[in-house]
């Protein structure tokens, strides 16, 4: 089990950019691949974007495919969300989270962080 704390969310206009950070204090962070997740009000928690382990394979959703770009520093044990581009949809609470897989189903139970909000305005 690894706990994660997540950071960097705000309140951006729309076009503009953020960079959400997922942190933890254990080494076993360098065992597991990130997942990034979000949670708009009243919405299910969707996939975002995932990192390996070692941080070569990377996996987006479609609706971020091309604006957000995720990369973890293993020496620092923190992983990064940097969102370009943002949009209105883009509204929700970001979740970190670890697992051996990567994808929409990945998440050991207890692993989830607390959550940064990110709010875009139009």
């Known amino acids: 089990q690894v706990q994660l704390t997540e950071s960097g969310g705000g309140l951006v206009q729309a076009g503009g950019s953020l960079r959400l950070s997922c942190a933890s204090s254990?080494?076993?962070?360098?065992?597991?691949?990130i997942g990034w997740f979000r949670q708009a009000p009243g919405k299910e928690r969707d996939f975002v974007a995932a990192?390996?382990?070692?941080?070569?394979?990377?996996y987006y959703a479609d609706s971020v495919n091309g604006r957000f770009t995720i990369s973890r520093n293993n020496v620092k044990m923190t992983v990064y969300l940097q969102m370009n581009r943002l949009k209105p949809d883009d509204t929700g609470v970001y979740y970190c989270?670890?697992?051996?897989?990567?994808?929409?189903?990945?998440?050991?139970?207890?692993?989830w962080g607390p959550g940064t909000q990110v709010t875009v305005s139009s």
């Open positions: 990192v390996s382990w070692t941080g070569v394979n990377k």
């Open positions: 989270t670890a697992d051996q897989k990567m994808g929409a189903t990945m998440g050991i139970e207890g692993s």
């Open positions: 254990e080494t076993t962070f360098r065992d597991y691949s």
